[in-house]
């Protein structure tokens, strides 16, 4: 991990998708936030547990080099990473991996460092060292020979490195670790410039205790190098490491100890580096007592950053025309802050949080800026989905009451959501119909029903409505006969379909008398023209009424044709007690039924009476 002043971010390689564990993945770290760039950064380099990175500043490029094994030749794994993606370095005499490993693997974990003084790369393993320049590296020293001339070789140790701006050398602090335990007693500092390595451990105060692989970066807001953690001993000494959380600062050419009651966790082997964007050191990761990897990020810094920033809005889908809560939070950072909101349509907003109203249907990438009193700045951004939520506005029948057999229009008005909408009916009767907003359907049965419409529309939404169709009250009317001389004997059927039952039926016969029964019988003394009517009501109290004419002594010549002629005469079929009916209910029906019933006449005509049958309704 290292700054890469190019992109103003912190630079993470060599973490799976979810950053605990190792892989090949390339994450940057900038305002609070880490992304994920594995995607973009094209080709990465293989994972290799000895990688290391510096940002060359000649060069102008983040430099990686490492080795994971001792293998024949050179160990050419250099790669830089530049305008956002990686690219391999057929970089000129590369070391050697016996040269970074040692013939039995004693060296320890590499460092690389960019020195700024003398405006190259360092690589030191602990006991050799190489420069990088312009594609070339150029050892200072092969043990145990083809040493530069007045060489000094390296400190020996297992360490870390980082480059001491303030003081103006590499500073090296390791231990001796070259027979898999610590020895001698203590740990060294060194310092490399100019091409040499001096040991200024006796001059630099009292320095960290002994550990392997600590965590050291350089502090640009504080001017001093940072070091953190490590173990205090190895796998071969102790049968584990015992890690350490202590933080340690050195300046000026002494170490002081800086540990204070917050820390991160014990660790050893994470990745930190300076982030002068943020007034901060960055730590990562690292390994610890528990496996995988501790997942964590913490930050150093005499004024903390602006971290984990984010928007949240209420409602998660905004509506065109009704006003949305934006709401901000982070963590760090020195009062007092400001807040500058975009939300995508030209406005604005300076207040911590924002309300916006959205005017039309769209995507919007809302963008949030904090800055504290500090200098540090942090964004954030969120898509924000305006739109009418996908809705029935009306769904409804007419006629509603319905008669039987005659159509209902039915309509469903969709609005807000992703347009074309598509619809499924569903009449309640067991009655379907296809992919129209108006729609016809006829009942045939007495009800009520409960008419259902579901609307999808293009974005996957789908919504119901229902209404509620009741059947249109109708009484109907049948006789025995209309027709004959007096003393003229009619039976009358009286029926109702729809309304809501039971019935309660009222009978008139045009001569004075009146029934109440449902099916009356009524004897005509005298002749004449008489208007028969049945009034129903209902459960409700909705009523309906239908009528049909006897003749009483009234030549048939004299029926008038037409439906006010054949449609009032009722046939009677079957035995004596059994009374056909032909249905009488309004001029509509009539018309519909005349062929029907002209068939039925004729059949009855010319059958005899033992092939009679009851027509149906």
């Known amino acids: 991990m290292t700054f890469d002043t190019a992109s103003q971010?912190?630079?993470?390689?060599?973490?799976?998708?979810?950053?605990?564990?190792?892989?090949?993945?390339?994450?940057?770290?900038?305002?609070?936030?880490?992304?994920?760039?594995?995607?973009?950064a094209g080709a990465p380099p293989p994972y290799q547990a000895g990688e290391r990175m510096a940002y060359d500043a000649r060069d102008g490029y983040v430099?990686?080099?490492?080795?994971?094994?001792?293998?024949?030749g050179n160990c050419n794994d250099t790669w830089q990473f530049s305008g956002g993606t990686w690219h391999p370095v057929g970089a000129i005499s590369p070391p050697r991996a016996t040269d970074v490993l040692g013939t039995s693997g004693q060296a320890g974990p590499l460092s690389l460092v960019y020195d700024a003084k003398d405006s190259y790369v360092v690589l030191t393993n602990g006991i050799d060292t190489w420069s990088y320049s312009g594609g070339i590296w150029s050892p200072f020293c092969r043990l145990p020979s083809n040493c530069s001339a007045g060489f000094t070789p390296g400190p020996n140790l297992t360490g870390t490195a980082v480059f001491d701006a303030q003081d103006g050398y590499v500073l090296f602090v390791g231990v001796d670790d070259r027979n898999g335990s610590i020895v001698g007693g203590g740990s060294w500092t060194w310092k490399f410039s100019g091409g040499q390595w001096t040991n200024i451990s006796a001059v630099s105060g009292t320095a960290p205790s002994p550990r392997v692989s600590p965590m050291m970066a350089?502090?640009?807001?504080?001017?001093?190098?940072?070091?953190?953690?490590?173990?205090?001993?190895?796998?071969?000494?102790?049968?584990?490491?015992?890690?350490?959380?202590?933080?340690?600062?050195?300046?000026?050419?002494?170490?002081?100890?800086?540990?204070?009651?917050?820390?991160?966790p014990?660790?050893?082997?994470?990745?930190i580096a300076d982030d002068p964007k943020d007034s901060s050191i960055l730590l990562f990761s690292g390994q610890d007592a528990t496996l995988p990897r501790p997942n964590d990020t913490w930050a150093w810094g005499v004024s903390p950053p602006i971290a984990a920033?984010?928007?949240?809005?209420?409602?998660?889908?905004?509506?065109?025309?009704?006003?949305?809560?934006?709401?901000?939070?982070?963590?760090?950072?020195?009062?007092p802050f400001t807040h500058s909101w975009?939300?995508?349509d030209g406005g604005t907003s300076s207040t911590p949080n924002a309300t916006h109203t959205f005017s039309a249907d769209g995507l919007y990438v809302v963008e949030l800026w904090v800055n504290d009193s500090a200098g540090h700045t942090a964004t954030a951004s969120l898509q924000v989905r305006v739109y009418a939520p996908l809705s029935v506005a009306i769904a409804s029948a007419a006629p509603n009451p319905a008669a039987l057999g005659q159509p209902v229009i039915f309509t469903a008005n969709a609005r807000g959501g992703t347009p074309p909408y598509t619809y499924a009916w569903s009449f309640g009767d067991g009655g379907v119909g296809g992919n129209l907003s108006v729609i016809a359907h006829a009942y045939t049965t007495n009800g009520p029903f409960t008419a259902q419409v579901t609307v999808h529309d293009a974005a996957g939404g789908a919504v119901g409505a229902s209404v509620s169709v009741s059947i249109l009250l109708q009484a109907l009317v049948g006789s025995s006969t209309t027709n004959g001389s007096?003393?003229?004997?009619?039976?009358?059927?009286?029926?109702?379909?729809?309304?809501?039952?039971?019935?309660?039926?009222?009978?008139?016969?045009?001569?004075?008398?009146?029934?109440?029964?449902?099916?009356?019988?009524?004897?005509?003394d005298v002749s004449g023209t008489f208007t028969v009517s049945l009034a129903v009501l209902d459960s409700q109290n909705d009523s309906s009424v239908s009528s049909l004419v006897v003749r009483v002594g009234v030549s048939s010549a004299s029926v008038p044709s037409g439906p006010g002629g054949l449609f009032d005469v009722v046939i009677a079929v079957g035995l004596t007690a059994a009374v056909g009916a032909a249905w009488v209910t309004s001029y509509l029906v009539q018309r519909s039924r005349r062929q029907e019933g002209e068939r039925w006449i004729k059949e009855l005509n010319s059958d005899s009476e033992s092939r009679r049958e009851e027509p149906e309704p």
């Open 9 to 40: 971010s912190v630079l993470l390689f060599g973490v799976n998708g979810s950053g605990g564990s190792v892989g090949d993945g390339t994450w940057r770290f900038s305002s609070g936030q880490w992304a994920d760039l594995s995607s973009v």
């Open 486 to 524: 007096p003393p003229l004997t009619v039976h009358f059927v009286g029926q109702a379909q729809g309304g809501s039952p039971p019935y309660r039926f009222t009978w008139t016969f045009g001569d004075g008398e009146s029934s109440r029964l449902e099916n009356p019988t009524h004897t005509y």
């Open 342 to 344: 975009r939300f995508g």
């Open 218 to 264: 350089y502090d640009s807001t504080t001017g001093s190098a940072l070091l953190f953690g490590g173990a205090s001993c190895t796998d071969l000494t102790c049968g584990g490491p015992a890690y350490l959380n202590d933080t340690w600062t050195f300046r000026a050419g002494a170490w002081r100890n800086v540990s204070s009651g917050t820390a991160p």
């Open 63 to 72: 430099l990686l080099f490492g080795c994971a094994a001792i293998t024949s």
């Open 266 to 271: 014990s660790r050893s082997d994470g990745q």
């Open 309 to 335: 920033l984010s928007i949240s809005v209420s409602p998660a889908v905004p509506v065109p025309g009704t006003p949305a809560l934006f709401n901000s939070s982070f963590q760090g950072g020195v009062g």
